[in-house]
């Protein structure tokens, strides 16, 4: 019996976001679960007067990070993506709950707890508001190990 169906996973195009997804797939393939990848662009920016120009659109970047990663996806597992705009932790928490997903996977990137206190972190966020499960993965760690006789 499987005890995930739908897994979102969060990607930004980060080391950390890649060894996520990677996590995810071989989670997929053991539960027979379908995978929807994520990437939240962020919100248009608004000229506030004439001489205030807005920063480029990152959609097509986030376009080419969302096909690059479906396309690095092996043919039996399941996905759909989604392109957002918004913040993204609160988009993260919206798609995970809306989409009827039973796990998150992101990647964590592990910032010092300075740069947390100053800036905050958006699988921090996630993992502390989430109603759903939350994975945190980063690049580098070494891969979960089940005690004898325990499934992870």
């Known amino acids: 019996m499987s005890c995930y169906h739908r897994i979102l996973v969060a990607i930004d195009g980060s080391a950390d976001a890649e060894a996520a997804l990677q996590h995810a797939v071989e989670l997929a393939r053991d539960q027979h679960a379908l995978i929807t990848l994520l990437t939240v662009a962020p919100p248009l920016a608004t000229p506030v007067g004439a001489a205030t120009s807005a920063p480029p659109d990152m959609l097509d ?3 080419k990070l969302l096909r690059e990663a479906t396309d690095s ?3 039996d597992v399941g996905v759909r993506t989604r392109l957002e705009r918004g913040n993204p932790a609160e988009t993260i928490l919206e ?15 592990g910032h010092s707890r300075v740069h947390r206190a100053l800036l905050g972190s958006v699988s921090e966020r996630v993992l502390q508001t989430s ?3 939350v994975l945190l993965m980063r690049h580098g760690a070494p891969a979960p190990v089940a005690a004898p006789g325990k499934a992870i």
Do not use: F
């Not at 798609?95 to 990137?109: K, N, P, Q, R, T």
């Open 73 to 75: 996806l092996p043919a």
């Open 131 to 133: 109603t759903v499960p």
């Open 95 to 109: 798609v995970a709950v809306e989409g009827g997903h039973d796990l998150v996977v992101m990647g964590s990137h």
């Open 61 to 63: 970047v986030h376009t």
